[in-house]
């Protein structure tokens, strides 16, 4: 999604009235950040929205980015904001064979996820099709990947092939490079 290097286009204040809209709507999307939402997005502070390629604008609080927003979607949890708060996501694991083709912003393969070292949660915890994920990597200690499952962790675990994320936010993307400052 965001493959090439962004320049900033505008930033802009976000009004107080807007900033509680996306406080709760972050909330609604992603209640694992709840416990934590104080310190991400304290009522007092400055929350700026800079506008980006893609129709998306990201939301930062001084120079830290939160959470970046498709215009026809969710608000989309930054990775450096996973990486403050890993356990807010749900997650899956690719294997190490995978994940060069993630940070070279290849599609997700259900392959990578199915095959030894790749990790789906079980039955009981299935994804959906839809659901915001991070993408951890085998033997990596932060998620790589951030973005929407395009089939359920079920219908990965039975078919086994094809693409279960188009596109999404990896390191080392045009938005993990954006200067902010």
């Known amino acids: 999604m965001f493959k090439k290097d962004i320049a900033p286009s505008t930033k802009s204040k976000v009004k107080s009235s807007v900033q509680r809209g996306l406080r709760q709507n972050f909330l609604d999307s992603y209640p694992g950040f709840e416990p934590y939402i104080e310190q991400?997005?304290?009522?007092?502070?400055?929350?700026?929205?800079?506008?980006?390629?893609?129709?998306?604008?990201l939301y930062t609080i001084d120079s830290q980015p939160l959470f970046y927003?498709?215009?026809?979607?969710?608000?989309?949890?930054?990775?450096k904001l996973i990486h403050a708060y890993p356990?807010?996501?749900?997650?899956?694991?690719i294997d190490r064979g995978a994940i060069r083709f993630v940070l070279s912003?290849?599609?997700?393969m259900?392959?990578?996820?199915?095959?030894?070292?790749?990790?789906?949660?079980?039955?009981?915890?299935?994804?959906?099709?839809?659901t915001i994920v991070a993408v951890m990597a085998e033997g990596?200690?932060?998620?790589?990947?951030v973005g929407a499952l395009k089939v359920g962790?079920?219908?990965m675990k039975s078919k086994g092939k094809g693409v279960v994320m188009d596109d999404g936010h990896y390191l080392g993307d045009g938005l993990w490079r954006m200067p902010l400052d």
């Open 40 to 57: 991400i997005l304290p009522k007092k502070a400055q929350l700026d929205s800079i506008k980006l390629p893609e129709k998306s604008t």
């Open 69 to 79: 927003q498709p215009q026809d979607g969710p608000p989309i949890p930054h990775l």
């Open 87 to 93: 356990s807010a996501l749900p997650t899956i694991q």
């Open 105 to 108: 912003g290849a599609a997700l």
């Open 110 to 130: 259900a392959p990578g996820l199915t095959s030894p070292g790749g990790r789906l949660p079980d039955a009981e915890h299935a994804l959906e099709k839809g």
């Open 140 to 145: 990596k200690e932060n998620a790589c990947l």
């Open 153 to 155: 962790t079920e219908e």
